[in-house]
């Protein structure tokens, strides 16, 4: 299974980072935090790392850890904005439950 972008988060990723001026696309990972045990973490790619898992989506790559990809395979990642706030949602079907506050999930 793959990760994949929608168009508006393609969108977002491309704009920063021609803003930023380098980098080659989008780390997604998990990592081990909060009152449910795992959190997304997100940054910018300047050096793909030999071990990662690439997809593109929408003529953006997306890099994946390999201890990270069980968790996140077949997540869709959406930008949204919501009222005054915006940011990445993650659409993921692995998730089965996530802290009162959205800051961690469990598998």
Avoid: W
Avoid at 25 to 35: A, E, N, P
Avoid at 37 to 65: I, M, N, P, W
Avoid at 97 to 105: D, I, K, L, P, V
């Amino acid at each position: 299974m793959s990760v994949t972008l929608t168009e508006r988060a393609a969108r977002h990723v491309s704009r920063y980072l021609q803003k930023r001026g380098k980098g080659i696309g989008l780390r997604l990972g998990v990592r081990t935090t909060g009152c449910s045990g795992l959190a997304y973490k997100l940054e910018y790619v300047d050096e793909a790392q030999a071990e990662d898992q690439v997809f593109e989506s929408q003529g953006v790559k997306v890099y994946v850890d390999p201890k990270s990809l069980p968790y996140l395979a077949g997540t869709e990642l959406d930008y949204a904005r919501e009222g005054l706030n915006e940011g990445f949602k993650f659409n993921n079907p692995n998730e089965k439950a996530s802290c009162g506050c959205g800051e961690s999930f469990t598998v």
